[in-house]
């Protein structure tokens, strides 16, 4: 369920909305579980249950993301709200780390990093702050919207060329080959 080029915490929560430009678009969080899904394959399953609430407000901060993202690559006006909402997402707390010692019989001390489970609010921090990062950092001059007709996803273009056009080649890429390819041979 998750596209699989995008990436980073903003740009994929941004590209759960799939065809956002099109008629018809699909939303791939609908409900608390769809959220878990999405959250687990980002490496986060140890995460709080979310809830309705927490639902959301990750869809709120999807929208608000999109039309942020929009504000770099368009050259247009911030929404105020979006600021603020934007900054009391990103004020939530980093996750915790927990480092772990057992001390081991050859007398070494074995360290490691425990997880701890992130409450939603956390990982909401996360995104927001990624966000931030994306509209102000090293890679906003990378960041561009896809070039397929009804994508509406963005993505950060790294390639040496800076010539890159599509969210993802496997999917958006390959289907306006096709649709160039099928008019071409209609003509
Ligand atoms: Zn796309």
Redesign the pocket.
Known sequence: MTPPTASRLGLDLVATVRSRLGGAPRDDLTSPATLAAWLAARGMSHCADPDEVDLREFRALRETAYRLLEVVVDGTRARPADVESVNRWAAHPPPAVRLRAEDLPDGRTDLRAEPVRPTTAQVLGLVARDLVDLVTGPQRDRLHQ?E?EV?G?FFVDTSRAGRRR???AA??GNRMRVAAHRSRAHD
């Open positions: 896809c397929a994508c996803s599509w969210c993802s999917t958006c």
